[in-house]
């Protein structure tokens, strides 16, 4: 069992690495979207200071969006998903492997890139650390919730717009603790409450996810 | 025990139940919505603080419960459709969807006008509201995903886990936003906590909650038979049924 | 390959899509060295019983057993023992044909030999191109070779003989009685001939699905 999550963990990025474009394209996203936010709301410094911590955590959902849109799909329908479900292994921990693939390849660069952005918003510099934690706390449980989204979509052509309409209301809890979490970071203060409970989302997405997106690919592949 | 499971399980019994069922619903649900509308609008004093404005509260208050408690009926039948492999269970889904979202809708509409003369304004990022809002969106988002997926069975089993996903997900999404509106508002009048409720004003409120609920279970029977007869549409007994019917018209 | 008698069972299988009855009523069985092959005009439902037997789809109504046992009930034992080769080829577009092979083959726990198999298939040669570049005939013969080195007792194939050429169907008629002669089962869904000697071979003829 452990084998095999590692060789469709080993695949995964192997195909991540030939394909690296498309591993680019939610990371340019998410810069763009933030550099959307100074250009709406205008340069006022104190103003860019106290949307920045929202404004990043938004864009960070919004890339993983984009990047679940293919998820499931390509495999879907170059008929490597039907190859999993077929395997003796149980289908819930291949796919995990692959989720955890997409953590990262499209959410870690996120979280590096992050520190840039907390300096692009005017944010202090000592902001930084508690940014990137609340980041590498919750966009484990974005990867996860997003792919039984990805799953009950994968055999839908366009379903971008679908897949944000399931998915955003999932999300919710893990954008407020997140950003508050930001927020508390950047004013200096201790972001322990929130960051525990975004770690506990993240947990509990881990565990029960999985068997939700084994489920939905199955009736995907119906 | 089993041939009660059994019978209830094929169409023909289970939309027979449905049809008894309903009347007995829809009337007692009338009458009990005159009853409560009476005592709530007329019976019942003005509040010292809010005038006649808090009367909303009896159509508010039932939606509100009813938009949750049609979430979690649709999520137990989904979960019973997947593991049992139960069609019937999905036709309680599925017609427990709009019947949640209208009252959602209406569990809005009613919280924002009520906002008018408390605070002013139309909409408040009040806690209790912005759950309704995002329960509205797992309702629309169940139905739009139904409405992609072309076949009927993908689309029960896929809803199903979407909404066995959302119901495990509420609790959480509550917590959040209570927790949100804490930080935001620390000193947010919670519109539900009334300290002590003069009895005038709370036998209304129960009677309209219990109206609500035998009309929401009246609504679902009748969404019931519709999904059971557009199911079975190529059924013979549907065939008999729609004869006798057009017979006795 | 061991020794041991395997079989597959359906009983009054319903086949819907939609609104629409596929077949109804089939029941059926393959035992070891056996050959069903599935035919009919197009949308009888060929594809959709194959999905079906895998336990991919679920049917309407009816059961399907490996070894007596209903499959979605055991999964990992019926899927230990089977290969499918459906519509899609099961490859990835930005791995090699080699790469993908062993994928497959290390999923199975098997460390083959895989140049024999991409010798027979004639795919040495773009063995380790992509298999976006592959045409349409070696992408095909690339889903067959994971087939064949599976060591799965079970194959089923849905139109293998589709983009292959005169010898390719020859080579793997060759292929399907080697399996079937140590005690292997085969299910395909072709139109044309199977390739498979007569006497090891069923034909479910399934009626059409326009009425």
Same mark, same amino acid.
């Given at each position: 069992m452990i084998s095999a999550?590692?060789?469709?963990?080993?695949?995964?990025?192997?195909?991540?690495?030939?394909?690296?474009?498309?591993?680019?394209?939610?990371?340019?996203?998410?810069?763009?979207?933030?550099?959307?936010?100074?250009?709406?709301?205008?340069?006022?410094?104190?103003?860019?200071?106290?949307?920045?911590?929202?404004?990043?955590?938004?864009?960070?959902?919004?890339?993983?969006?984009?990047?679940?849109?293919?998820?499931?799909?390509?495999?879907f329908e170059d008929g490597t998903l039907e190859q999993l479900a077929l395997?003796?292994?149980?289908?819930s921990f291949m796919l995990l492997a692959k989720t955890i693939a997409h953590w990262l390849v499209t959410e870690l660069p996120l979280v590096v890139l992050s520190p840039v952005l907390v300096l692009a918003f005017g944010m202090p510099v000592d902001a930084i650390p508690g940014l990137v934690l609340t980041l590498l706390a919750g966009t484990p449980a974005l990867s996860l919730i997003g792919s039984v989204g990805a799953a009950l979509t994968a055999g839908l052509r366009q379903a971008s717009g679908l897949l944000a309409l399931l998915l955003l209301p999932l999300t919710v809890p893990v954008l407020i603790f997140g950003a508050r979490a930001a927020d508390l970071a950047a004013s200096g203060q201790s972001i322990a409450g929130p960051l525990y409970l975004l770690g506990g989302i993240s947990v509990l997405a881990l565990t029960l996810a999985p068997f939700a997106t084994a489920a939905a690919v199955r009736v995907s592949l119906d | 025990?089993?041939?009660?499971?059994?019978?209830?399980?094929?169409?023909?019994?289970?939309?027979?139940?449905?049809?008894?069922?309903?009347?007995?619903?829809?009337?007692?649900?009338?009458?009990?919505?005159?009853?409560?509308?009476? *005592?709530? +609008?007329? /019976?019942?004093?003005?509040?010292?603080?809010?005038?006649d404005g808090y009367r909303i509260i009896y159509v508010h208050v039932p939606s509100s419960y009813l938009s949750m408690f049609s979430y979690v009926t649709m999520a137990v039948a989904s979960a019973i459709g997947l593991i049992w492999r139960m069609k019937l269970a999905f036709c309680v889904a599925v017609a427990c969807a709009p019947i949640g979202a209208a009252f959602t809708f209406l569990s809005l509409v009613t919280g924002a006008i009520w906002g008018q003369p408390m605070w002013g304004t139309w909409w408040v990022w009040d806690p209790r509201l912005t759950s309704q809002l995002i329960l509205f969106f797992l309702y629309l988002g169940y139905m739009f995903l139904r409405q992609a997926l072309a076949e009927t069975r993908q689309a029960?089993?896929?809803? *199903?886990? +979407?909404? /066995?996903?959302?119901?495990?997900?509420?609790?959480?999404?509550?917590?959040?936003?209570?927790?949100?509106?804490?930080?935001?508002?620390?000193?947010?009048l919670s519109k539900l906590e009334a300290p002590s409720i003069a009895a005038d004003m709370l036998w209304p409120l129960l009677v309209m909650i219990l109206a609500y609920q035998l009309l929401m279970l009246a609504l679902l029977m009748t969404g019931i038979r519709a999904q059971v007869l557009e199911r079975e549409k190529n059924a013979r007994w549907v065939g008999e049924l729609i004869g006798r019917e057009g017979r006795g018209a | 390959m061991d020794t041991a008698s395997y079989r597959l069972e359906w009983r009054e299988l319903a086949l819907w899509r939609g609104d629409r009855c596929l077949q109804q009523s089939l029941t059926g069985r393959l035992e070891a060295g056996q050959a069903l092959t599935v035919r009919g005009p197009n949308g009888c439902g060929k594809t959709t019983l194959l999905r079906t037997l895998c336990g991919l789809s679920q049917p309407e109504?009816?059961?399907?057993?490996?070894?007596?046992?209903?499959?979605?009930?055991?999964?990992?034992d019926f899927y230990a023992h089977l290969a499918y080769a459906g519509h899609t080829n099961g490859l990835k577009g930005d791995l090699s044909t080699r790469e993908n092979l062993r994928f497959a083959a290390i999923l199975r726990g098997r460390h083959t030999n895989q140049n024999e198999l991409l010798h027979g298939l004639r795919l040495t040669a773009c063995a380790d191109l992509p298999t976006r570049n592959l045409s349409a005939g070696q992408k095909r013969r690339a889903a067959l070779a994971r087939v064949l080195g599976s060591g799965a007792q079970l194959w089923v194939l849905d139109e293998p003989f589709t983009n292959l050429d005169a010898a390719g169907i020859e080579w793997l008629g060759k292929r399907f009685n080697h399996h079937l002669s140590l005690g292997g089962l085969l299910m395909i869904a072709a139109h044309q001939a199977s390739q498979v000697e007569p006497d090891r071979e069923t034909i479910l003829e399934l009626p059409g699905g326009d009425t």
């Open positions: 999550f590692l060789l469709v963990l080993r695949r995964e990025l192997t195909v991540a690495v030939r394909r690296w474009s498309d591993l680019v394209m939610p990371l340019m996203f998410f810069i763009i979207v933030c550099t959307l936010f100074p250009l709406a709301v205008g340069q006022d410094i104190e103003m860019l200071n106290n949307i920045g911590p929202g404004a990043i955590w938004v864009a960070a959902l919004l890339a993983t969006l984009l990047s679940l849109n293919s998820l499931f799909r390509d495999d395997d003796k292994e149980p289908l | 025990m089993w041939t009660w499971f059994h019978k209830l399980a094929s169409p023909p019994h289970f939309y027979r139940t449905a049809t008894v069922l309903e009347p007995w619903l829809f009337w007692p649900a009338l009458i009990l919505l005159g009853i409560g509308l009476y *005592g709530g +609008l007329i /019976v019942a004093p003005a509040d010292y603080m809010q005038g029960d089993r896929a809803s *199903g886990v +979407l909404a /066995v996903v959302g119901v495990v997900n509420i609790p959480i999404i509550h917590f959040s936003v209570e927790w949100w509106n804490s930080l935001h508002q620390p000193a947010s | 109504t009816g059961e399907i057993l490996w070894q007596g046992v209903a499959v979605h009930r055991n999964r990992p």
